[in-house]
């Protein structure tokens, strides 16, 4: 699903969201570039939304809620995946 898109979009205010979180940008590109599994996540505004489950270099396992705009992938949130979560996709993650 991430094939062909031309990067990321970061600013102020998704950039302060995911610090919020105690997560960095970096994080969020590592999480991206590795082993991932995506899935659905509620639309908001009529814009399609996913959640990202994935690693950092560092073993951190992360959930990224993205959306698509001009061909970019646009964090709206991420966080530190809950014990829940982890039980389900941690075994997808392995690189």
Not at 23 to 42: L, M, Q, R
Not at 43 to 57: A, M, V
Request: proline share 2%.
């Amino acid at each position: 699903m991430l094939d062909g898109l031309e990067g990321f979009e970061w600013d102020v205010h998704n950039v302060h969201h995911v610090a919020l979180h105690d997560v960095t940008p970096s994080e969020v590109e590592e999480a991206a570039a590795g082993c991932h599994v995506i899935i659905p996540a509620a639309s908001k505004k009529k814009e399609k939304r996913w959640k990202l489950f994935g690693r950092t270099s560092d073993g951190r396992f992360l959930v990224v809620v993205f959306t698509i705009r001009l061909n970019k992938l646009r964090t709206v949130t991420a966080y530190t995946m809950n014990q829940a979560e982890r039980t389900v996709y941690a075994a997808h993650l392995e690189a």
